[in-house]
């Protein structure tokens, strides 16, 4: 997922790979965590759905995409099966990403509330720290959507810079 008009065929296939994972309705804690990569197709009737993920200690997510899509709903106004008076209701669904860490649902860190299309894009590329997070998706209307998401997780500089130490000392320890 880059964007509107944009596909990467191997990051299609590494989402579909990561697997569907379920909401969880209304206010409750998710008690599951999403993967780094992954998707859901679901009905949304009422309330509020959202999907846990959690950073580990010593690692950092340096890139997040998450897009939700729906369908707009045709319909003919026109009782005269001769003669299609199109006419369309288009659902109102907002994206947004929590800091879930200490308390669920703290902060938000971003958004998408777009009233006139029928996506929601969220993208970051500035890191994410060890803790808990949570996307959470609203309507207007009951409809079913596409939800899926990408996130490249990496250890933090500093455990970086630890895990290099400490190769140099065992090659070093090695030539003796």
Same mark, same amino acid.
């Given at each position: 997922?880059?964007?509107?008009?944009?596909?990467?065929?191997?990051?299609?296939?590494?989402?579909?790979?990561?697997?569907?994972?379920?909401?969880?309705?209304?206010?409750?804690?998710?008690?599951?965590?999403?993967?780094?990569?992954?998707?859901?197709?679901? !009905?949304? %009737?009422?309330? =509020?759905?959202?999907? #846990?993920? +959690?950073?580990?200690?010593?690692?950092?997510?340096?890139?997040? @995409?998450?897009?939700?899509?729906?369908?707009?709903?045709?319909?003919?106004?026109?009782?005269?099966?001769?003669?299609? !008076?199109? %006419?369309?209701? =288009?659902?109102?669904? #907002?994206? +947004?990403?929590?800091?879930?860490?200490?308390?669920?649902?703290? @902060?938000?860190?971003?958004?998408?509330?777009?009233?006139?299309?029928?996506?929601?894009?969220?993208?970051?590329?500035?890191?994410? %720290?060890?803790?808990?997070?949570?996307?959470?998706?609203?309507?207007?209307?009951?409809?079913?959507?596409?939800?899926?998401?990408?996130?490249?997780?990496?250890?933090?500089?500093?455990?970086?810079?630890?895990?290099?130490?400490?190769?140099?000392?065992?090659?070093?320890?090695?030539?003796?």
């Amino acid at each position: 997922m880059f964007g509107f008009g944009e596909l990467n065929i191997y990051n299609s296939y590494k989402i579909q790979e990561g697997g569907e994972y379920a909401a969880f309705l209304n206010l409750d804690p998710p008690t599951a965590n999403l993967g780094s990569r992954g998707w859901d197709f679901g !009905s949304y %009737n009422n309330g =509020l759905l959202h999907y #846990n993920f +959690e950073v580990g200690a010593g690692q950092q997510i340096t890139e997040l @995409s998450a897009a939700l899509t729906w369908n707009v709903d045709v319909f003919d106004t026109n009782p005269n099966p001769l003669v299609f !008076s199109p %006419n369309h209701q =288009l659902a109102n669904m #907002n994206l +947004e990403l929590f800091d879930s860490t200490g308390t669920f649902l703290g @902060s938000v860190i971003q958004q998408s509330l777009s009233t006139v299309y029928n996506f929601e894009h969220i993208y970051l590329s500035t890191p994410l %720290n060890a803790g808990e997070y949570t996307f959470r998706l609203s309507s207007d209307i009951p409809v079913e959507y596409g939800f899926a998401w990408r996130m490249t997780v990496v250890p933090e500089p500093s455990s970086l810079g630890l895990i290099l130490i400490a190769t140099c000392g065992l090659a070093m320890r090695r030539r003796r």
